[in-house]
């Protein structure tokens, strides 16, 4: 899955921040309220007048609740049928491990398959994700604790789950060996790419070092 683009002076955060709290129905004064910036800070950065920091992306990124990717995602056309050959899948590297796309990325429903292939001790960071839809998980290989609010799982090849994703959830290798897990997301609101929160959390140690 390609979140950004090569270029990044090309991308428009600004308008990208204009259109996401548009479609969340958040007025300027309520953002600028629970991000904790100005209004005026925000409507220069939706004007293009200046540029945010990360700092300033990820706390207008939680007043909204959304991943920080979203201000730099590029939206490819939506077909209803994809056909995704296993030699041109998406992969995307996070640290100890890579994240594998199924075509979701493409597809005009609200679905998104992929599958995460874990090196020992990997884990999707400290605070865990809440996003909408529903979310199943399966391990093909190896074993990994699914957390799911402060319940931990402990999966092996042919365990599964399935649970709401607006429930705090983090996952962890807890095994000696690589892991694989497929993760299907599903009846995910219009707009959200749930895939993108498991990316970003996962590199939030690596965030924080910016």
């Known amino acids: ?3 950004f683009e090569n270029d990044m002076i090309t991308i428009d955060v600004g308008g990208r921040l204009r259109q996401l709290r548009t479609e969340r129905g958040k007025s300027m004064r309520a953002l600028a309220r629970e991000s904790g910036l100005s209004t005026n800070a925000l409507s220069m950065i939706e004007r293009g ?7 300033t992306l990820y706390k207008i990124s939680s007043a909204l609740e959304i ?3 979203a201000f730099f995602r590029l939206e490819p056309p939506k077909q209803e049928v994809i056909f ?3 030699e041109r899948r998406k992969k995307v590297t996070i640290p100890k491990g890579l994240l594998e796309g199924l075509g979701g990325e493409l597809f005009s ?3 998104e398959p992929f599958v995460l292939e874990l090196e020992p ?3 999707s960071g400290p605070f865990g ?4 839809g529903s979310e199943f998980v399966m391990c093909l290989e190896g074993r990994v604790e699914y957390e799911i609010d402060n319940e931990r799982h402990e999966m092996y090849p042919g365990c599964t789950l399935i649970f709401a994703a607006q429930h705090r959830h983090r996952w962890k290798n807890i095994g000696k060996d690589a892991a694989r897990i497929l993760i299907v997301q599903a009846c995910f609101e ?5 895939s993108e929160f498991h990316l970003t959390s996962s590199r939030i140690g690596e965030t924080e070092h910016i």
Do not use: F, K, N, W
């Open 1 to 3: 899955m390609e979140y």
């Open 49 to 55: 007048r200046t540029s945010p920091s990360v700092s």
């Open 67 to 69: 991943p920080i990717t």
């Open 84 to 86: 995704c050959q296993p």
């Open 109 to 111: 429903g609200r679905i």
């Open 121 to 123: 001790g990997a884990e």
């Open 129 to 132: 994700m809440i996003h909408s």
């Open 190 to 194: 219009h707009g959200e790419r749930p």
